[in-house]
């Protein structure tokens, strides 16, 4: 069953940092390119960041850029969303997808082919 799990969110203070992880299970996350995605109350889904597999070169959204930064472990088969300098607005669901590595989903802003089911993040004082 090709499947990916989120985790590491949580309530943190703003200015603090989280750590998510995204560990995927039926598939090789190294073969796919990665997107991670957000969700607040109330708004549609937004991008985060996409993550190429063919060169490890990642496109931040302008609203992290230089305060979130994505990694690969792909010995655990995990990728990771670090988060620092964290604002209240970042406050939503966080969700990894994969696709592809021969797509442009992500950067063209269409559907991933798997999606994880999420993960709170909770930014407040």
């Known amino acids: 069953q090709l499947q990916l799990v989120e985790s590491g969110g949580g309530l943190v203070q703003p200015g603090g940092s989280l750590r998510l992880s995204c560990a995927a299970s039926g598939f090789t996350l190294d073969y796919y390119n990665i997107g991670w995605f957000r969700q607040a109350p109330g708004k549609e889904r937004e991008r985060v960041s996409c993550?190429?597999?063919?060169?490890?070169?990642?496109y931040y959204e302008d609203f992290v850029k230089g305060r979130f930064t994505t990694s690969r472990d792909n010995a655990k088969n995990t990728v990771y969303l670090q988060m620092n300098s964290l604002k209240p607005e970042d406050t939503a669901v966080y969700y990894c997808?994969?696709?592809?590595?021969?797509?442009?989903?992500?950067?063209?802003?269409?559907?991933?082919?798997?999606w994880g089911k999420g993960t709170q993040v909770t930014v407040s004082s």
């Open positions: 997808a994969a696709e592809s590595r021969y797509s442009s989903s992500c950067l063209l802003g269409y559907d991933m082919d798997f």
């Open positions: 993550t190429s597999s063919s060169d490890g070169s990642t």
